[in-house]
């Protein structure tokens, strides 16, 4: 299965980028600069919660 992969709006050119890709069952991610190509794969509620805890967490820069 061919699937498009979208590029993390939050990545610069030429830095290591999050990409992500779904199906109708589950979420995928992958890492530009990972050399095994990994790609983690979640549920999309698992992904919406992620998500959210991302959201509420507070940034450390």
């Known amino acids: 299965m061919n699937l498009p ?5 939050y990545c610069s050119e030429g830095e290591a980028c999050v990409y992500i890709t779904a199906t109708p069952e589950t979420i995928l991610l992958t ?5 095994t190509d990994a790609i983690l794969t979640a549920t999309s509620a698992a992904f919406d919660a992620l ?10 820069g």
């Open 51 to 60: 998500i959210a805890a991302l959201k509420t967490e507070p940034r450390h």
């Open 31 to 35: 890492e530009s600069s990972d050399p």
């Open 5 to 9: 992969w979208q590029k993390s709006t």
